[in-house]
C-alpha cells in the first residue's frame, strides 16, 4: 500500500519533470528566456503594485516586461520563420506590440496614434538592430543595408499616411454624418465595405420636428384659424426653422448649416398638400443634390358628434382641422423649387 | 451580428486610394527607373532602388502635405475636397467657379515640388550609399578621416560637374511619370472604370 503510493509519487515527480524540461529554453540564450524574464518581470509589477510602492517602480517593471515581450515574440517569430508572402512579419508583430504598450494606456482614442505610428515604429525595430551594436556604438552597414533601410522607411511612411487618411475620413464623417447615409460608389478614393447598417441622414429629425410644431399649430384647430395661420407662410417657415435649430442645438455639428426647411402648400380639394422639405445643400453622390420630402394631408372635418343639444344654427358648419402625415420620407434628386437656389452643377 | 458591428465600426476606409496609388507607384517607378538607367549609365538594379526610394519619398511627404494643409484650409474649401474624395466630385458652394484655377495651379506646384524632393532625395541618397565603412582604430580613423575629406572635396567637384544631367534625369523621369498617370486618371474617369 505504501509502496504503491510511493510507486505513484515518483510516477507524478518524473512526469513534471518532464513537463518542466520541455518548458525550460533548450539554451539560455534562446527566446523562450526573454519570454519567461517578460512573464517574471510582469508578476513583479503585480506584486509591486500589491505592496503598495511607488508607481515608479511598478511602471519600470511594466515597461521591461512589455519590451522583453515585444523582443521574445519577434526572436520566436524570426526563428521559426514565419513569412507572410514572402515578408518576415516579425517586426511588424513586435512594433505593433510595442505601439500597444505605448499609446494602450493612454485611453480615450488611443487606436490613433497606434495604428498612426505602427509601421514607424515597426521600421525602427528593424533599423536599430542595424545601427546599434550590443555596446550602444553607432555601426555603419554596408550600403546595400542602407539602401534597403531608406526603401523600408520611405515605405513605413506611406503606411502611415494611409492610416492617418483612414482617420481624417474618420473625423469627416463625425463633422458631417449626413455623408454617410450618401452612396460612394462612384469615389476614387474610398470603399464602404458592403452590409453595413447606414445611418438616416439629419433631415429625417428635423423633418419630425417639424412635423410635430405643424401637428401643434393646426391640428385640431378650427379652420378658419388655420387659414389664417397659413396667409403668413414666410413667418411659418421662420418659426419652424428657429424651432429645428433651437431642438438640434444640443448635439451641435458642421454640416447643421448645411440642411435647409421649406414648405410649400398646395390646395387639393377642400384643404390642402404640405410638401414639408429638409434640403440639403452639402457634398452629394448626385450632380442636383438632394432633399427628403414629407407629405401631409390637412383636412378641414366636421364633427358633428361634438356638437351641443341646442346650439344656434350656423355652429353646425364650423370645421376643423385634421393633419395626417406620411411615416416615410423619399430621398429625391434636386431641388424641390427648381435649379434657381443651386445653380447649374 | 458582430461582424457587421465590427464593419460599421470601421465605416467608409481609403481601400480604393490604396490600390490605385499601389498601382499607379508602379508604372512610375518602372517608367522612371528606365529614364535613370539610360541618362545615368546605372544597373538595372540600382535604377529601380532609385526610382523606388524617390518616388515613395515624395509620395508620402506629399501625404504629409496634403494631410496637414487639409487641416487648416477654410471650411468651404474642405467641404470641397470632402466631396471630390467620398463623390469624385465638387458641389456648388462659394469655391465653385475658381476651382478649375485651384486645381491647375495646385497640380503645377505638385509636379514642381515633387520634382525638387526627388533631386534633394537623390543627392540625400548618394550621400547615404557614398560613404564607405568606418575603421574603429584611431589611425584608421585619422586616415579615413583625411580620405573622406578629401574624397568629399573630389566629389563636390564631381558634383558641380555632373548635377546638371543629373538634374535633366530627374526632371524627364519626374515629367514622364506624370504624363503617364495623368493619362492613367484620364482614361480611367472616361470609361468609368472607378466604379467597381
Known sequence: MVGGLLTFLRQTLIELGNLLSNLLPPRYFSWQTVIYMSLFSWLMSLLARLLATTAFTIGLLATISWICLAIGVGWALESNKARLFGIPIAPWVSGAILCLFLFGSWGGRWLQPALVAWPLVSFAVIAVPNLLSWDFSLKNPPPAVRQQLALLFCLSLLFSSWFQFYFRIQTWVRNYPSLVADSVENSAFVYRIPGQTIALPAGVTHLTIAEELLREQVDNKPWPSVERWLLNLDGQRQVMRQRVRSQTGRTTSLEDSLWQLDFQPLSNGDGYTLKLWAIWSGPAASPSGYYLEKTCLLMPVNRGGLLPENSPAGYSTTQWASLTCDLETPRLAGHPRGVGARGQV | ?196
Open chain 2, 1 to 196: 451580428m458582430p461582424l457587421n458591428d465590427l464593419l460599421s465600426e470601421l465605416g467608409i476606409m481609403p481601400l480604393r486610394a490604396i490600390a490605385f496609388q499601389s498601382l499607379l507607384l508602379m508604372v512610375a517607378i518602372v517608367l522612371e527607373a528606365m529614364v535613370l538607367r539610360q541618362q545615368l549609365r546605372l544597373g538595372y538594379r540600382t535604377s529601380m532602388q532609385y526610382a523606388a526610394t524617390l518616388n515613395l519619398l515624395a509620395t508620402s511627404l506629399g501625404w504629409v502635405a496634403f494631410l496637414a494643409a487639409e487641416a487648416v484650409l477654410p471650411l468651404a474649401l474642405r467641404s470641397q475636397i470632402i466631396s471630390y474624395v467620398l463623390f469624385n466630385r465638387f458641389y456648388a458652394n462659394s469655391w465653385t467657379d475658381v476651382l478649375p484655377v485651384v486645381v491647375v495651379v495646385v497640380a503645377i506646384a505638385a509636379f514642381f515640388f515633387t520634382y525638387w524632393i526627388k533631386l534633394q532625395g537623390l543627392l540625400w541618397l548618394l550621400q547615404l550609399l557614398g560613404q564607405k565603412p568606418i575603421d574603429t582604430t584611431p589611425e584608421a580613423i585619422e586616415v579615413s578621416r583625411r580620405q573622406r575629406y578629401q574624397r568629399a572635396r573630389r566629389v563636390q567637384v564631381e558634383e558641380q560637374r555632373s548635377d546638371s544631367p543629373r538634374a535633366l534625369a530627374v526632371l524627364q523621369a519626374n515629367a514622364l511619370s506624370f504624363t503617364a498617370i495623368l493619362v492613367l486618371l484620364l482614361l480611367v474617369n472616361q470609361t468609368g472604370v472607378v466604379g467597381w
